[in-house]
């Protein structure tokens, strides 16, 4: 398996140096096209001549107008791989995502034991933590028995309740929970035996 995550991770280097030569050969083009339409400008801008009137001009002087035919079979060559290298660069650019999904797909297998066992851990804390809510929420209704509430000695809980309690099936951790069982990374059994563990503890 690590000779593949390797493998595949080289696969991504050179994808990627691929694309980033196509990127920027694509800027040295555009920068040459734009020399060279500055250079053969053929519409007058204010304050300046055209190239046209410019030649018109040398022509009328006596002097030899400046040949801009090359440049302009320049341009259409580069406006021509211009175009050919934005359709590289969308196939290049869908190569590396390509490539980026084999190697986390790699890396995510090879290290699905380890994030099987972050989630247990993360769950263990969540049903410890939800337990020990339910019961500071028990400890604060208590107050009423007295005609009052407990704000004067009890910490707010708030925000933690966002999470609500596990005896109900559309709470947050509920849902949670659920959802990672149906998805495999842990079972019923599990989280049950988790419950247990913590109630134990508490």
Sequence with gaps: ?????EEAKAAKVEAQAKLNQLLTRRLENEKRLSEIRE??????????ESDLTR??????????????APLLAE??????ELHILREAIRLQSEEVGRADRELSILVGTARLPEKKALILEHCRALIRVNGTIEKLQAFNESFREYGT??????????YLMLLGSMSDRFSVVTVYL???????WISKAEVEAMKGAAKEGW
């Excluded at 398996?1 to 995550?5: F, L, V």
């Excluded at 250079?39 to 300046?48: E, I, N, S, V």
């Excluded at 341009?75 to 021509?80: A, D």
């Design 75 to 80: 341009k259409e060559i580069l406006e021509n």
């Design 39 to 48: 250079a053969t400008l053929t519409t007058g801008k204010p304050g300046r």
């Design 1 to 5: 398996m690590e000779i593949k995550i």
């Design 178 to 184: 659920n959802d990672l069982i149906e998805r495999g």
């Design 55 to 68: 030649q018109a001009r040398a022509m009328l002087s006596g002097e030899v107008p400046e040949n801009t």
């Design 149 to 158: 509430s407990s704000k004067c000695c009890a910490e707010s809980i708030n």
